[in-house]
């Protein structure tokens, strides 16, 4: 099983821009698809990103399209999560996800999560 450590969130105005990497461990760190979801209060916990085990495919939801770009690094085992014109409503945590496979199928493991709260 994937462990992944996400970092990179805080606390940014609305239109501004902030980055989050998830870290994870393992050696076949390049086999697996990975991705993002949120959750924010009291809503459920929905799809923000994927991206395939190469990089060359993406997938976004429709809310976050042409604002977020997902990347993978995989000499560093490392994705991330490059958030520009944010707004309020894009407040949550954030959780780093791994696919079982390398596509974006079924989810295999979580991160424990990072709050990026977008002013207003």
């Known amino acids: 099983q994937v462990q992944l450590v996400e970092s990179g969130g805080g606390l940014v105005q609305t239109g501004g821009s902030l980055r989050l990497s998830c870290a994870a461990s393992g050696r076949t760190f390049s086999g697996h698809a990975m991705g993002w979801f949120r959750q924010a209060p009291g809503q459920e916990r929905e799809f923000v990103a994927a991206?395939?085990?190469?990089?060359?495919?993406?997938y976004y939801a429709d809310s976050v399209k042409g604002r977020f770009t997902i990347s993978r690094d995989n000499t560093k085992n490392t994705v991330y999560l490059q958030m520009k014109n944010l707004k309020p409503e894009d407040t949550a945590v954030y959780y780093c996800?791994?696919?079982?496979?390398?596509?974006?199928?079924?989810?295999?493991?979580w991160g424990q999560g990072t709050q990026v709260t977008v002013s207003s």
């Open positions: 996800v791994a696919y079982l496979g390398t596509s974006w199928d079924q989810v295999g493991s």
């Open positions: 991206i395939n085990w190469s990089g060359v495919y993406t």
